[in-house]
């Protein structure tokens, strides 16, 4: 089945972007501009891999992750930031809020397809998920 991939991006261009790329390579994207509609499509759509900028118009990304990692429905899912933000201990801090890894902006198409499959490969999908318990 094709894997499902939600962005949570309020940047245009880089939203079209990823999803040109990730669609090209033949995965489904979900897709929300703010914080906490990227909670509910999560909640709603359950996909099985979160992207998520750090920067949004709401609530930032960590605290986005933050409330996905307290789902235990939820929490399993792996959440990479995708963030401009190279300051000192941005990584620690994306790590910190639960992200499970991290991709620096901007985008590039073999670096975002690396992580992506590399994360989806580890993961358990939705449909075996009920005996993952962490
Ligand atoms: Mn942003």
């Not at 933000?85 to 809020?97: F, I, K, S, V």
Request: net charge negative; proline share 5%; aromatic share 4%.
């Amino acid at each position: 089945m094709t894997a499902r991939i939600l962005y949570v991006e309020d940047n245009p261009q880089n939203m079209r972007l990823v999803r040109k790329i990730l669609r090209s390579a033949g995965y489904e994207v979900l897709e929300a501009t703010e914080g906490l509609v990227g909670v509910s499509v999560a909640a709603r759509e359950v996909p099985d891999l979160i992207l998520m900028d750090i920067n949004l118009p709401d609530i930032t990304g960590l605290e986005a992750t933050t409330r996905l990692k307290a789902s235990p429905r939820l929490s399993w899912i792996p959440v990479i930031a995708v963030t401009a933000n190279a300051m000192h201990g941005d990584r620690e801090n994306c790590l910190a809020a639960g992200c499970d890894g991290y991709l620096s902006k901007p985008v590039m198409k073999n670096e975002l397809l690396q992580i992506v499959a590399t994360f989806l490969s580890q993961a358990p999908t939705a449909a075996t998920n009920n005996s993952h318990s962490t």
